[in-house]
């Protein structure tokens, strides 16, 4: 099991806010990064520290962090955002890296 | 402009050892702080982080692996090596190399398309 956790599915209205979670005690101390991922395509960066965005991603992307758990939010989804959304960071000993198990985002 | 790209056998017996290489271009792995890790995602399954090697040729494995991996890089071919002894079913993933960018916050901004490896006598 991942020491990350992540909510498995997310649905969301078009044009709607969403905001997919990723808890783990590592993330008290270290930023998380965001990864898009469409069916048969490799993973993309969406947010990357405090809440970078890296360049042509849309600015309807953000991030967010509280405690032991980071976000990912979603502000006016579009049906392209609909895709598989997976979180990074360090683990609990900080020398270390590990995915979260992603969390399938569908947009009605 | 930072590509990447992974290459090896797409069909490996099990007990096999798996040599994957990373052949990238648009960076220097012997850059102060850069990096080339190694993911894995099992069909249909999440992204699983394998190793990390950094310009200064500090390795990083996963726990679970770390007997089974080791990474290495020739930086005058611009290229990362990643190999997995003992190779079993369960390897079965797409293999994904990936660029971590100089500085303190941690992340993977480019990775290459990946590649399917399957295990299968």
């Known amino acids: 099991s991942s020491e990350l956790t992540q909510d498995p599915a997310v649905s969301v209205a078009l044009g709607q806010t969403v905001r997919i979670t990723c808890q783990g005690d590592s993330l008290r101390s270290y930023y998380a990064s965001w990864y898009q991922q469409k069916p048969g395509q490799a993973p993309v960066l969406v947010i990357y520290g405090k809440n970078n965005r890296p360049s042509g991603i849309p600015d309807r992307f953000s991030g967010s962090s509280s405690g032991n758990t980071a976000s990912l939010t979603i502000t006016g989804a579009q049906a392209e955002d609909e895709a598989d959304y997976y979180c990074?960071?360090?683990?609990?000993?900080?020398?270390?890296?590990?995915f979260g198990g992603g969390t399938k985002l569908t947009v009605l | 402009q930072i590509t990447l790209k992974e290459s090896g056998p797409t069909l490996v017996k099990p007990t096999q050892t798996l040599t994957l290489t990373c052949t990238f271009s648009g960076f220097s792995l012997s850059t102060s702080g850069v990096g080339v890790g190694w993911i894995r995602q099992p069909p249909g399954k999440a992204l699983e982080w394998l190793a990390l090697i950094y310009w200064d040729d500090d390795k990083r494995y996963s726990p679970s692996l770390k007997s089974r991996l080791t990474i290495t890089k020739d930086t005058s071919k611009n290229q990362v090596v990643l190999t997995m002894t003992n190779m079993d079913p369960v390897d079965t993933a797409t293999y994904y190399c990936?660029?971590?960018?100089?500085?303190?916050?941690?992340?993977?901004?480019?990775w290459g398309p990946g590649t399917l490896v399957t295990v299968s006598s």
């Open positions: 990074n960071s360090r683990d609990s000993s900080g020398k270390h890296w590990v």
């Open positions: 990936a660029h971590r960018r100089s500085g303190s916050i941690w992340f993977l901004d480019y």
